[in-house]
């Protein structure tokens, strides 16, 4: 497909043509397109590195390009992929360039080990020249006076961070090109560190931070939390310290239904040596302790015991008890990948709240406690104060009165929680998840697999655990069901792996563009807590996992559209149709949007403007670091354009590949990863057509109204035309209207015209009907349900299933599908149980219905979110009103049929006879949950005197949005990506309005359309609209050209003038 981008070309800053992207190459200057000024420095250290250790793996390649340009940045990568070699190479080489390093070690023994690697290296590549300074613990006297009095003088300083701390005034007038800290920890516990090492990079403090980095700083990521001095790396060296503390983890969750130390001897004999055990408390470890000790080598870690940790540590132990503590030493202070292969919890970690205790809890807890409770009628009242709580006294002494009396009597809470003699107990899966995760840790050549057990006997605790863990996406199984030989066998072969993992490099570092930059958040908080880099602005985040580390940053939709002022309308006509892209501007102060060259809006003259081609400059640079990049964004014909563009304007950095998931979800992303794929450009093709013939459409006969009624604020479309024309025609049938009687203790309304009359009703029949529930969410039933039920525009609407779908709580909203896929249906039957009947709503495609992507109602994921447990951005009462509406449709799509009692009554009034059959009865699950038929009263039986109210209603009534939604749908115009636009630029131009939930057209669009329609009828007719949609659709499936789309569409679009 050929394609022009107007001044967009990285070297020449003129057009970016077709040719030029497939041949990666500017044609002006003759230079390759993803070319920057550090790469003859990048070779020349890729090769100095080669001399000294070998072959360097591509994520050493990303942090050589990153330090060579002089950015600052925290290491995101696992175990064993050569961050401390890396640093150790790279002040090598820039000492012998004229730089001064400084590299920082936790401890004296690393010190030694680097100083004898850097004097191995000098001797191997025959460097001279270069005075290397270091400092640790078994230094001489003399030694350690001959380091102080040449400290300036030194090219290499290595020295712990204690050093640093001690002895930080030697260093007075002394600033480093290049900082490698190899244990930023070290430097987080001591929050005056942090501002030590800014003086060292050229930084000092007069009432605030000034100056500028005259070097750069590389550390690790963190284990230890993070203090605010450490947001002063964000501030001056434009990156954030991440978390090495991972959730990628390879691990077999395991229940035992019973506390049994039998049971455990035996797993221990059958897994071998390398297992750590958890106690609930220091009186149970030691129990176990004493139990094991004689039959097993054994060693207890608990308070004022901490010296069998250095013997497990030295192999002098096979294995360790202690205490199941969130922030103990077993839990988040073991780093023994290699060795550590199982846990055993025995007994589940929980935290415990005491009724007493409740008087000293804060609000976020005590809203946290309304919320488990809030179905019961004594909670209700204080609902609406929960989300702001803090200051209102009287309310808070209320609510927690109220909750200990509901604790005192013991009542059921939430499935996950228990209440238990005055406590009320949470499963503590933090715990858990870092407890286990000591038996899988990510290294250079994956992740070690690990088996985790839990001992539980309280029937009632193990339950609220395990669903609590769903949240988690963990899954258990029973002891039975594991195949102890292989599982051992799984354990020990990649520990293997892990002793020779310098042979490996499985993961690789790699950008992962989205469009939105709540999406890019919500994906790098599935496997940690993230790196952030700053970069022009643009925000990227990085994380390891099991294959790759990922850059994940966001183009924030579309980077390009169709420029104005070139072609035709945009598009260059010869003997092809070439469209030209330009980057798009957008106004911050107003909003417009626009693709000219120019410093100011057009629109209100402001300066400051947002310009796409930041973006795209920094995702070159990024792509050029990684050479690897996927694309994620929306599944859909726009999604698939936005990664064409991106592919095209990052030619020449490196493979392009697309992942295509349909929920932002963990699992669903993880499954992309692994089953990537080429860009469609049938897709491409169809948004394309799209767009040319919306700007021709649009162009050339919006110019005829500018024209005619001398207003450049007026537009026209193909597919907004034919729906403005039903808004003006039910208009006009609106104003007959007809009189009708309303007996409202009889729910009945008829056609007459009096106030009193007599009226007979008589029984026909009465007869019980299974119904089956309505399908899943689509698009369009959606947005009708969502206007008809809770009130939303619209637009209002699809921002908010925008935000849900970014947040991770449904599948993509734009759909056509009410095909349920196995993901859906294991959710739908895991929240139905016994009510689950496995439908199949199936329709062609890929896509699938609008769903939940977890077994959790409105109440819980607000409590959930309340908790911290799931992590959102903006969420709003609506949000979970359009989620409640959401869960409840699909989880009714999967029940069973349900049943409803209908009766048949005859009706005599004024010489007439009518029937009227109505459903007065409805039961079953599917019911509960989407009451989707209205039930009306009984008719009484026999003759009698009624008084109506009397009132005038229209003949036909005036369309709702739904109704509009509705209709697109039926007659096939627009789709279900364009459907509120459509809708939403009929209101923009103020051709209609909206009053009572009613869409009125206005004078300025019945003119409009009226001029529309007698002039150009061909062109904005419901049929040739509807011709084109099934056009674009088999150009979608690769049925039918595109250039003989474009072709036709030209030719149509020159007749207008």
Same mark, same amino acid.
């Given at each position: 497909?050929?394609?022009?981008?107007?001044?967009?070309?990285?070297?020449?800053?003129?057009?970016?043509?077709?040719?030029?992207?497939?041949c990666?190459?500017?044609?002006?200057?003759?230079s390759?397109?993803?070319?920057?000024?550090?790469?003859?420095?990048?070779?020349?250290?890729?090769?100095?590195?080669?001399k000294?250790?070998g072959?360097?793996?591509?994520?050493q390649?990303?942090w050589?390009?990153?330090?060579?340009?002089?950015?600052?940045?925290?290491?995101t990568a696992?175990t064993?992929?050569?961050k401390?070699?890396? #640093? =150790?190479? &790279?002040?090598? +080489?820039? !000492?012998?360039?004229? *730089?001064?390093c400084?590299?920082? %070690?936790?401890?004296? @023994?690393?010190?030694?080990?680097?100083?004898?690697?850097?004097?191995?290296?000098?001797?191997?590549?025959k460097i001279? #020249? =270069?005075? &290397?300074?270091? +400092?640790? !613990?078994?230094?001489? *006297?003399?030694?350690?006076?001959k %380091?102080?009095?040449? @400290?300036q003088?030194?090219?290499?300083?290595i020295?712990t961070?204690?050093?640093?701390?001690?002895?930080?005034?030697?260093?007075?007038? &002394?600033?480093?090109d290049?900082?490698?800290?190899?244990?930023?920890?070290?430097i987080l516990?001591?929050?005056?560190?942090?501002?030590?090492?800014?003086?060292?990079?050229?930084?000092?403090w007069?009432?605030?931070?000034?100056g500028?980095?005259?070097?750069?700083?590389m550390?690790s990521?963190?284990?230890a939390?993070k203090?605010?001095?450490?947001?002063?790396?964000?501030?001056?060296?434009?990156?954030?310290?991440?978390?090495?503390?991972?959730?990628?983890?390879?691990?077999?969750?395991?229940?035992?239904?019973?506390?049994?130390?039998?049971?455990l001897?035996?797993?221990?004999k059958?897994?071998?040596?390398?297992?750590?055990?958890?106690?609930k408390?220091?009186?149970?470890?030691e129990?176990?302790?004493n139990?094991?000790?004689?039959?097993?080598k054994i060693?207890?870690v608990?308070?004022?015991?901490?010296?069998?940790?250095?013997?497990f540590?030295?192999?002098?132990l096979?294995?360790?008890?202690?205490?199941?503590y969130?922030?103990?030493?077993?839990?988040r202070g073991?780093?023994?990948?290699e060795?550590?292969?199982?846990?055993?919890f025995?007994?589940?970690?929980?935290?415990?709240?005491?009724?007493?205790?409740?008087?000293?809890?804060?609000?976020n807890?005590?809203?946290?406690?309304a919320?488990?409770y809030?179905n019961?009628p004594?909670?209700?009242?204080y609902?609406?104060?929960?989300?702001n709580?803090?200051?209102?006294?009287?309310?808070?002494?209320?609510?927690?009165?109220?909750?200990?009396?509901?604790?005192?009597?013991?009542?059921?809470a939430?499935k996950?929680?228990?209440?238990?003699?005055?406590?009320?107990?949470?499963?503590?899966?933090?715990?858990?998840?870092?407890g286990s995760?000591?038996?899988?840790?990510?290294?250079?050549g994956?992740?070690t697999?690990?088996?985790?057990?839990?001992?539980?006997?309280?029937t009632?605790?193990?339950?609220?655990?395990l669903?609590?863990?769903?949240?988690?996406?963990?899954?258990?199984?029973?002891?039975?069901?594991i195949?102890?030989?292989?599982?051992?066998?799984?354990?020990?072969?990649?520990?293997?792996?892990f002793?020779?993992?310098?042979?490996?490099?499985?993961?690789?570092?790699?950008?992962f563009?989205?469009?939105s930059?709540t999406?890019?958040k919500?994906?790098?908080?599935f496997?940690?807590k993230?790196?952030?880099?700053?970069l022009?602005?643009?925000?990227?985040?990085?994380?390891?996992m099991?294959?790759?580390?990922?850059?994940?940053s966001?183009?924030?939709?579309?980077?390009?559209?169709?420029?104005?002022?070139?072609?035709?309308?945009?598009?260059?006509?010869?003997?092809e149709?070439?469209?030209?892209?330009?980057?798009?501007?957008?106004?911050?102060?107003?909003?417009?949007q626009?693709?000219?060259?120019?410093?100011?809006?057009?629109?209100?003259g402001?300066?400051?403007i947002d310009?796409?081609k930041k973006?795209?400059?920094?995702?070159?640079?990024?792509?050029?670091?990684?050479e690897?990049?996927i694309?994620g964004?929306?599944?859909?014909?726009?999604?698939?354009?936005?990664?064409w563009?991106?592919?095209?304007?990052?030619?020449?950095?490196?493979?392009?590949?697309?992942a295509?998931?349909?929920?932002?979800?963990?699992?669903?992303?993880?499954?992309?990863?692994?089953?990537?794929?080429?860009?469609?450009?049938?897709?491409v093709?169809?948004?394309?057509?799209r767009?040319?013939?919306?700007?021709?459409?649009?162009?050339?006969l919006?110019?005829?109204?500018?024209?005619?009624f001398?207003?450049?604020?007026?537009?026209?479309?193909?597919?907004?035309t034919?729906?403005?024309?039903?808004?003006?025609?039910r208009?006009?049938?609106?104003?007959?209207k007809?009189?009708?009687?309303i007996?409202?203790?009889?729910?009945?309304?008829?056609?007459?015209d009096?106030?009193?009359?007599?009226?007979?009703?008589l029984?026909?029949?009465?007869?019980?009907?299974?119904k089956?529930?309505l399908?899943p969410?689509?698009?369009?039933?959606?947005l009708?349900?969502?206007?008809?039920?809770?009130?939303l525009?619209?637009?209002?609407?699809?921002?908010?299933?925008?935000?849900?779908f970014?947040n991770?709580m449904?599948?993509?909203?734009r759909?056509d599908?009410?095909?349920?896929?196995?993901?859906?249906?294991?959710?739908?039957k895991?929240?139905?149980k016994?009510?689950f009947?496995?439908?199949?709503?199936?329709?062609?495609?890929?896509?699938e219905c609008?769903r939940?992507?977890?077994?959790?109602?409105?109440?819980?994921?607000?409590?959930?979110?309340?908790?911290?447990?799931?992590?959102?951005e903006?969420?709003?009462?609506?949000?979970?009103?359009?989620?409640?509406?959401?869960?409840?449709?699909?989880m009714?799509?999967?029940?069973?049929?349900?049943?409803?009692?209908?009766?048949k009554?005859?009706?005599?009034?004024?010489?007439?006879?009518?029937?009227?059959?109505?459903?007065?009865?409805?039961?079953?699950?599917?019911?509960?949950?989407?009451?989707?038929?209205?039930?009306?009263?009984?008719l009484?039986?026999?003759?009698?005197?009624v008084?109506?109210?009397?009132?005038?209603?229209?003949?036909?009534?005036?369309?709702?949005?739904?109704?509009?939604?509705?209709m697109?749908?039926?007659?096939?115009?627009?789709?279900p990506?364009?459907?509120?636009?459509i809708?939403n630029?009929?209101?923009?131009?103020?051709?209609?309005?909206?009053?009572g939930?009613k869409?009125?057209?206005?004078?300025?669009?019945?003119k409009v359309?009226?001029?529309?329609?007698?002039?150009y009828?061909?062109?904005?007719?419901e049929?040739?609209?509807?011709?084109?949609?099934?056009?674009?659709?088999?150009?979608?499936?690769?049925?039918?050209?595109?250039i003989?789309?474009?072709?036709?569409?030209?030719?149509?679009?020159?007749?207008?003038?």
């Open positions: 497909m050929n394609v022009i981008y107007a001044n967009l070309c990285p070297i020449c800053g003129k057009d970016l043509t077709s040719e030029e992207i497939v990666s190459n500017c044609e002006n200057v003759f390759p397109l993803c070319e920057f000024k550090e790469d003859k420095v990048v070779k020349d250290f890729l090769s100095f590195f080669k000294c250790i072959e360097p793996r591509a994520i390649k990303l050589a390009k990153r330090l060579l340009r002089g950015e600052s940045f925290a290491a696992p064993g992929i050569g401390t070699s890396f #640093g =150790i190479v &790279i002040s090598l +080489y820039l !000492s012998s360039n004229g *730089k001064k400084y590299l920082l %070690f936790p401890t004296s @023994i690393l010190v030694k080990q680097s100083v004898e690697n850097i004097q191995k290296f000098i001797q191997k590549i001279k #020249g =270069i005075s &290397i300074g270091y +400092y640790h !613990s078994n230094l001489k *006297k003399e030694e350690r006076e %380091f102080f009095e040449n @400290i003088n030194h090219n290499i300083l020295t961070t204690q050093f640093l701390s001690r002895h930080f005034e030697v260093f007075k007038d &002394i600033t480093f290049f900082i490698f800290i190899d244990d930023v920890d070290a516990k001591a929050s005056k560190n942090i501002e030590r090492i800014l003086h060292l990079l050229g930084f000092y007069d009432k605030k931070w000034k500028e980095a005259k070097g750069c700083l550390v990521t963190a284990t939390k203090g605010k001095k450490a947001e002063l790396f964000r501030k001056l060296l434009n990156f954030d310290i991440g978390s090495s503390n991972l959730t990628v983890r390879n691990i077999e969750d395991i229940v035992v239904n019973k506390k049994n130390l039998t049971i001897s035996q797993i221990l059958k897994l071998g040596s390398g297992g750590i055990i958890y106690a408390s220091a009186k149970e470890a129990d176990i302790y139990f094991l000790k004689n039959n097993f060693g207890i608990i308070a004022g015991k901490n010296e069998d940790f250095e013997k540590e030295k192999c002098e096979d294995y360790l008890v202690g205490t199941a969130y922030y103990g030493t077993l839990i073991l780093d023994l990948p060795k550590i292969r199982f846990a055993v025995y007994g589940c970690p929980v935290l415990k709240l005491k009724i007493e205790d409740i008087e000293n809890t804060s609000p807890i005590l809203r946290i406690l919320l488990i809030r019961y004594e909670i209700e009242k609902l609406p104060y929960l989300n709580l803090e200051g209102k006294k009287d309310i808070i002494e209320q609510l927690r009165e109220t909750i200990k009396v509901l604790i005192e009597k013991g009542e059921k939430s996950d929680v228990v209440i238990k003699k005055g406590e009320i107990i949470f499963p503590d899966i933090r715990t858990y998840i870092q995760g000591r038996t899988s840790r990510l290294f250079s994956g992740v697999k690990g088996i985790s057990f839990i001992f539980e006997e309280d009632e605790i193990l339950s609220a655990f669903e609590r863990a769903k949240f988690y996406e963990l899954e258990f199984k029973k002891l039975e069901e195949d102890f030989d292989f599982i051992k066998k799984e354990l020990d072969e990649t520990r293997k792996r002793k020779r993992r310098k042979e490996f490099e499985l993961i690789r570092p790699t950008l563009i989205v469009e930059p999406k890019a919500q994906i790098s908080r496997f940690g993230p790196s952030i880099k700053l022009n602005g643009t925000v990227v985040y990085e994380i390891p099991e294959k790759f580390v990922l850059l994940i966001a183009s924030i939709g579309h980077i390009t559209d169709l420029i104005t002022n070139r072609g035709f309308y945009g598009i260059e006509v010869n003997n149709f070439i469209p030209i892209y330009a980057s798009i501007k957008r106004c911050k102060s107003c909003g417009y626009f693709t000219e060259e120019r410093k100011n809006c057009p629109k209100c402001n300066q400051d310009d796409s973006r795209i400059s920094a995702l070159r640079k990024l792509a050029h670091d990684t690897r990049v694309i964004t929306d599944p859909d014909a726009e999604g698939e354009k936005i990664a563009d991106i592919k095209n304007l990052l030619s020449g950095c490196g493979v392009v590949k697309r295509e998931f349909h929920e932002v979800t963990r699992r669903a992303v993880m499954e992309s990863l692994d089953n990537l794929r080429d860009i469609d450009e049938n897709l093709k169809a948004q394309i057509v767009r040319i013939e919306d700007r021709w459409i649009g162009f050339g919006s110019q005829r109204l500018w024209k005619i001398n207003n450049k604020n007026l537009s026209a479309g193909r597919a907004q034919p729906v403005l024309g039903w808004i003006i025609n208009f006009k049938e609106s104003r007959k007809k009189t009708v009687a007996i409202k203790e009889m729910d009945l309304t008829l056609e007459y009096k106030e009193e009359f007599e009226v007979e009703i029984f026909i029949e009465e007869r019980r009907e299974k089956n529930p399908p969410y689509t698009t369009d039933i959606l009708k349900d969502a206007n008809q039920i809770l009130k525009s619209v637009q209002e609407t699809m921002q908010i299933a925008q935000d849900l970014e991770g449904i599948t993509y909203h759909t599908s009410t095909r349920v896929s196995d993901v859906g249906l294991k959710i739908a895991e929240y139905l016994e009510d009947a496995q439908k199949e709503w199936f329709m062609e495609g890929a896509h609008i939940p992507t977890r077994p959790i109602d409105r109440d819980t994921l607000h409590r959930l979110i309340q908790e911290g447990v799931l992590q959102v903006g969420f709003k009462w609506k949000h979970f009103m359009l989620y409640d509406l959401i869960f409840r449709r699909f009714a799509s999967e029940c069973q049929p349900y049943e409803v009692i209908i009766k009554y005859k009706i005599i009034f004024n010489g007439k006879s009518i029937e009227d059959e109505r459903i007065i009865k409805a039961e079953g699950r599917a019911y509960q949950l989407y009451k989707s038929v209205y039930i009306k009263k009984e009484p039986i026999g003759k009698f005197k008084k109506a109210e009397l009132k005038k209603i229209p003949s036909a009534s005036l369309l709702a949005q739904s109704d509009i939604i509705h697109m749908k039926e007659k096939g115009i627009g789709r990506s364009t459907y509120a636009t809708l630029k009929l209101f923009l131009r103020n051709y209609i309005f909206e009053k939930g869409i009125i057209p206005t004078s300025l669009g019945t359309f009226s001029y529309l329609f007698s002039s009828q061909n062109f904005v007719s049929e040739r609209t509807k011709i084109l949609e099934e056009k674009m659709d088999a150009i979608e499936k690769g049925q039918f050209d595109y003989q789309a474009l072709q036709e569409l030209y030719e149509e679009i020159k007749s207008i003038g």
